[in-house]
Nanobody, 122 residues
Framework: QVQLVESGGGLVQAGGSLRLSCAAS????????MGWYRQAPGKERELVAD???????NYADSVKGRFTISRDNAKNTVYLQMNSLKPEDTAVYYC????????????????WGQGTQVTVSS
């Protein structure tokens, strides 16, 4: 009964910017960590960035200094601002959230969005 909906993906030239959004909805009591992962063809899914409920952030080395993760707790939404994009950033980007559910006695579950395609051309 929890849904994560991603938006903001698309096609951009190298050096350009995109902002991804992920909104969580449902019978949510609270959200702890939220994050962005990506998966390119033939590669494993990898962590791009995550953020705790208190705002502590973590980034993959490959995106440090270029990407910024943030969240709006009132809207149950996480964002990924991607600047100075490179062709190697091309992948499907997935939102993830660890959610405490009211309907499950406040137990935590991990949820994934369906993914949004980011393509960076050279």
């Amino acid at each position: 009964q929890v849904q994560l909906v991603e938006s903001g993906g698309g096609l951009v030239q190298a050096g350009g910017s995109l902002r991804l959004s992920c909104a969580a909805s449902g019978s949510i009591f609270s959200i702890n960590a939220m994050g962005w992962y990506r998966q390119a063809p033939g590669k494993e899914r990898e962590l791009v960035a995550d953020i705790t409920s208190g705002g502590i952030t973590n980034y993959a080395d490959s995106v440090k200094g270029r990407f910024t993760i943030s969240r709006d707790n009132a809207k149950n939404t996480v964002y990924l601002q991607m600047n100075s994009l490179k062709p190697e950033d091309t992948a499907v980007y997935y939102c993830n959230a660890h959610v405490s559910l009211t309907s499950r006695g406040y137990r935590e579950y991990s949820y994934w969005g369906q993914g949004t395609q980011v393509t960076v051309s050279s």
